[in-house]
Structure formats: structure tokens, C-alpha cells
């Protein structure tokens, strides 16, 4: 056993899990060849030596604290040109930490307090960057061409004294140069009470004092409004009482920026532009103005001895109205390991495409506006929104909706999206006249869409259903799998992966963490994931559950309560199942054994005789 002073490298894959999700085999390959042609080279060249590895990260040590940061800075900026042509979603970036102090090496292991702060420091990296403690600063200084960011001291588990830390800033105009760490400034005025209320069931913190606040005004605005919904996440106030949690809270910022930045229907305005409104006095209006957006992030960090409270609101920044808030709270010891997956939450909440955050809030504005005066975008939400109601009068309404939308804008390649939505829908609500001709339309448009915008993916979501009608499984398959490799972030795109992709591979654990993450992200929303659950439960022959949570779901569409009446009936629960066959043979008078099965393609054909069987003896006509 020696014991010695070394400068030890931590680095980590940023947001592996996600990664390995949306791309197992690819993730892998190139995170292999990362090792072999630039990780592993580098650490040689600067004399460093490998001590463990993991399959998203490793740490290293180096006789010197100058070699290990140049090291870190060589990986970064070659990772970054090696993966410029990867898709945000499937992008490998590295979070990296270094620390100069005690560690023992034992038997070709490595260990100490030396060691516990360099993860502790990486788990503090931006995506991409590199943070380092106070004792290898001090050794540093002007031995290597970068710059610094001092964010002040961090309390690190056990170890009795703060740990100073620093970011490494690579841009050529802050070489040699160290900003020091900002001192708390008087917060904007607009946002200086934190009162917690209770709002529609979740916490709306500090709003109930905004009694003040003045809406933006769109003719002062220093950029017209994109044609997608705009947003900005302003830097989150440090509440803690010693002002600690500063750099916490930048960094989770910067990560929620990106992971918006993801999200194809957002125009998301840059870190940089919303942190330089950090120290001014101006009003959620008139940073509204300044930046061209209408809807504003806000939020709080608040660091207690062992929990850290995080507090989130979503603002309209034209109408002065809050669309939504919410809390959450961790041990401080775990925030470091949970802050990708809490990252991507909010990124969900505030973004995505299900019942919630801007897109809620879009949609119901739309509802008030006349045809003729939305955009592109705006009519094809208005039509999305009429056909979710999953029945033939909503379908209709998008059919409609979608018709004057390509005739107005015929190389809007969603257009074609809500057409072929409304073509599907037809068949698949049971009431279309020529399933034949509809089905061909369905296709025709589908295609249309990828045509004219091949990372749509949306397009390819509903070309996934055109060949769930058509019965052509490996094709349905293959167009869940692309929408979900373009966006992984929608809630109906990640409803239909589980159940096309994963079902289909009999997957079903994998299938249900999605779906129950969803439930989580989307709480009360009307997208049959409860019934989707529920299908996979009564697959699995676990009829009390398919019960259980198909009676939690909200949308009453033949298209999910017969997975409910077959469970029912398997349940011993025979009342409930003949009245579940009496609402669907009311909403659609033709619809039989054959309808049931021809839209259950996900599922394996023992499942559906079994379900189909139920049905028909709870009085479902056989066809």
C-alpha cells in the first residue's frame, strides 16, 4: 500500500442510460472507438494511467495536474468535432473532473479522499466541460492555455472542510484569466417573494405575490415572434442561506437549455443571451421583449444540510398568467446521480407534446383564434387537438382542419401529418364507408410527409400506424423505431415505441418503464397510456392489474376500453364487462371480434383470442 499526491481524472458519459436507450449498438461501437482512437491515446501521451473503467466512464491518474487538465481539454474539444454529426438525442459528450490530492494505491487499485472529490467534481461538469478543485488551481495558474470560473465552495460528503471549485474555460479570450465567483446580487424585482401556494394540485411557489406583473407588449418586442413556440430559461435564483448553490443551479440551467434545445417544435433562446439578463432590474415583460419570446422558465435552488429544493415555473410572458409550476425536492447526496434524469423531466413537463407546459397552453389559445388568421403550425395543433379526442366528431374536425391546411400551405409537410391522421382515424374509429381507399390515402399522405421533411417525426409516427392497418408488422416496427430516434422526448411517440417495439420484441418490463414514466411526466393527460398499461398487464395474464389501470384511464374511445371489457370478463367481473360491450357497440354499431383484433397488432395472437373470447362472451358479435 503507498500512499501519494497525484492528480486524478474523472470522467463520465453524459446521460448514458438515455443514450443506451435510444441506441444500444450505435452508443456502444462509437463509445468504443472514442476510447481507442482519442480517450485512452490521450491519457498515454500525457502520461497518465489508467486505473478503472466503467462502461459510461473511467478514472485515471497523473503525476502531474498540468498534464491531467491538458488531457481533459484534448478530449473535450476533439469529442466535440468527433460527434458534431450526431443527432442532439444520440450525441456522447464527456463531464469531466480533476483533483490534486491524498490518494493510496493498493494492489492496482486507487483510493482515498483524493479520489471521492475528482467524481464528485465530474458529477459538477457541465455536459462537455471540465471542472477542477482548488488545489489543482492552485497549481495550475498560467501552466495551462485556458481560463477559469471560480464557483465558490461546495460541502463534499464526507469530507470535513468545502472543497473550492473551479470551471475550466477553453475560448481563447479568457487564457490566463480567472472570473471570480459572483457575489449575490439584489434579485430581479419582479420575482424577489417565494411564497408556495397551492395551484391546481402542484406547487406554484412565489406567485401568488406577482401581483404587479405587466405582460409584454408584442409591438416592443426587439425580434417579431417564430413561427414555434419561443423560449427562455432565465438563470435560477440561489436561495440557499450561505449562497453555495450558485454553480448548481448555472449548470442545471445550462443542461435544461440543451435538453429544450433537443425538442424539434421549440425556438429556445442560447444560455448566453439569457444569462446576461442575470444582474439586470428588468420585469419578466421586458425580458420577454428584449429576447423576441413568449414563454419564460424561472426558478429556484435551495440548498439545506442534506436536501437541495428545486422549484420550477413555466410564465406566459404576453398574457402575465402562470401555466405551470412544480417542486421537487432531493438529498443533496443523491441530486449528483438523479440530475439527468430530473433534467429531462422538466424538459417533458415544460416541452413536450403531451397535456402539459406550452403546448397545453398553445393549444387552448388556439381554440380562440379563427382558422384563417393561424399559421402552419398553429392549424396543425388545432387539428392534432380535434383528432386526440378520439372520436369520430374530433376526427372530422381535423379533417377539415388538415384539407385547408395543405391547400394554404402545401409544403408544410405536417399538413400531410393531419391528413393522414384523419384517413387512419376512419378505419381505426370504425366508421370509415371504403377502409380500402382510406387506407391508401393514409399511406399516400404519410409518405408525402417524409418526402418533404424526412426528420419529421411525426411522419413517420403515423406511417407506423398506416402499417399497423395494413398488418405489415416489420414496416410498422421500423417507423416507430425512426420517430423515436427523432424524438424521444414525445409522449405519444414514446407511448407507441413501447407498445410497437418493445411489446412486439415481448419486452414488457422495458415497455412498462416507459409507459410508467410517462404517467409520471404526463399526469391525468388523455393519451391511453393507462389503458396501454393496462393491455400489457392482461398480456402477462395479470388480469386484476390490466383492471386496475384501465379503469384510471380518462379517455372513454373504443380504440382502449375493450382491453378493459376482456378484463373484466377474465376477472370474474361479468357486469362490468357486458356494459364495457354495450358502450362500444353504441359508439360504433358494426364494430366486432375482427375490428377488436385488426387494431391489436402489438400484442401476440394467443393475447388477442384470449382477449377477443372474453369479448365476445361478454356480447361482442363475432363478425
Known sequence: MERRLSAILVADIVGYSRLMEVDETGTLER?????????????????????????????AEFPSVVDAVQCAVQIQHAMDNRESGALGEKRIRYRIGINLGDVIVDEGDIYGDGVNIAARLEAMAAPGGITISGTAYDHLKANVDVGYEALGEVQVKNIETPVRVYRVVTDSKSIGMTVPARRRTKPVPLIMAAAAIAFVGIVSFWWSSQTDFQPADQARMAFDLPDKPSVTVLPFRDLSADGDAKFLADKFVTSLITELSFLPDLF?????SSFA??????????ISERLGVRYLVQGSFDKKESSLRIDVQLVDGLVGNLIWSKRYERPIEDFFQLQDELIRDIALEVGGRGESGIFRAERRRFQQISNDDLTALQLFEKATQAFFK???????????????????????????VALAYF???RIWFGYS??????????????????????QEYLAHWVLGYCNVVARRVPEAMSAFERAHELNPHDILVRRDFAMHVLVRQEKYEEA?????????????????????????????????????FGQREQMRSILGIGWLGAAYWKNGQKEQARSIVEEIMKAAPDYNRQTFAATRLYAPVEAIERASEALVAAGLPEG
Open 31 to 59: 463509445q468504443k472507438l472514442h476510447r481507442k482512437e482519442l480517450v485512452d491515446p490521450a491519457i498515454k501521451q500525457f502520461k497518465g494511467r489508467i486505473f478503472k473503467t466503467t462502461g459510461d466512464g473511467l478514472l
Open 268 to 272: 429556445v433562446i442560447a444560455s448566453n
Open 433 to 454: 364507408p371504403d377502409a380500402e381507399s382510406d387506407l391508401a390515402a393514409c399511406f399516400e399522405n404519410a409518405d408525402k410527409a417524409v418526402a418533404l421533411h424526412a
Open 390 to 416: 378520439y372520436t369520430r366528431e374530433g376526427n372530422e374536425t381535423n379533417g377539415e382542419i388538415a384539407r385547408d391546411l395543405v391547400s394554404r400551405f402545401p409544403q408544410f409537410s405536417r399538413g400531410y
Open 277 to 286: 439578463l442575470r444582474d439586470t432590474e428588468l420585469s419578466l415583460g421586458e
Open 512 to 548: 412498462l418503464d416507459i409507459l410508467h414514466a410517462s404517467l409520471r411526466l404526463a399526469p391525468g393527460q388523455n393519451n391511453f397510456t393507462n389503458m396501454q398499461i393496462s393491455s400489457i398487464y392482461f398480456i402477462l395474464g395479470d388480469y386484476a392489474k390490466a383492471v386496475e
Open 423 to 425: 384517413h387512419f382515424g
